[in-house]
């Protein structure tokens, strides 16, 4: 984009927090953040403003660096989680806006035909799972989507794929916090039309769009979950 000068500056804060020893006998959603303690690591960088498409805002850049003796891996074994908090302040120092994720530190990668997380290899055990309850239909409550967590790692599963579309965030939440690795699946599963290159919407230039758009919007929502390893288009 294109910046002016005489505009402010703002600035980003980030802060990686540890998160509090996990407490079974309480749900996920209530597991806190160790706010007393220091954070694992830190950063301010600035935020020029600029305008780009008619719009004015600033893309910020920034990198966290963790002491290797403090970072502690993500996996569906060890679902380490700490909480990324993002400050916005103005060019006065006034602070605009805060913003909290829950992340994890992971690495993913293909190498000589073998899937890695953190560098070991990883054999998946995994299910299907529709969002759909036996009562409610397609609405799902956090007590459906907790139970359906436990009951795959109680039947030693460590994979789902949400099939065949995204599931609600909550989804996501929980298989970070109780360690469930993911293949997030875009929606735009056509097969009712037909696999034939005629038939398929895939090959057709009218629909193309659509596709991107979805598989698009799936993965800018998705993408800070430790939790999500593969991508999958359906």
Known sequence: GQRRRGWPAASVELELLPRRRAQPELHPAHQGTDLAAP????????APLC???GKV?????????????????WSAETPSLYTLLLTLRDAA????????QRVGL???????????????PVTLAGVNRHEHHPET?????????????????????????T?????????????????????????IESHGMGFEPKHTLAARPDFREAHVERVRRVCERDKNHPSVIVWSLG
């Open 39 to 46: 954070p694992v690591a830190a950063a301010r960088v600035s």
């Open 51 to 53: 305008r780009a498409g």
């Open 57 to 73: 805002g600033a893309l910020v850049h920034a990198a966290l660096r963790v002491p290797a003796g403090q970072a502690l891996p």
């Open 93 to 100: 120092g006034s602070v605009v806006e805060v913003l909290a």
């Open 106 to 120: 992971r690495t993913v990668e293909v190498r000589a035909g073998r899937l890695l997380v953190n560098g070991r």
């Open 137 to 161: 239909g397609h609405v799902v409550s956090d007590e459906s989507m907790l139970r359906d967590v436990r009951l795959m790692k109680d039947l030693n599963f460590n994979t789902v794929r």
């Open 163 to 187: 099939s065949h579309y995204p599931n609600a965030e909550r989804w996501y939440e929980l298989c970070d916090e109780l360690g469930l690795y993911v293949i997030d699946e875009a929606n």
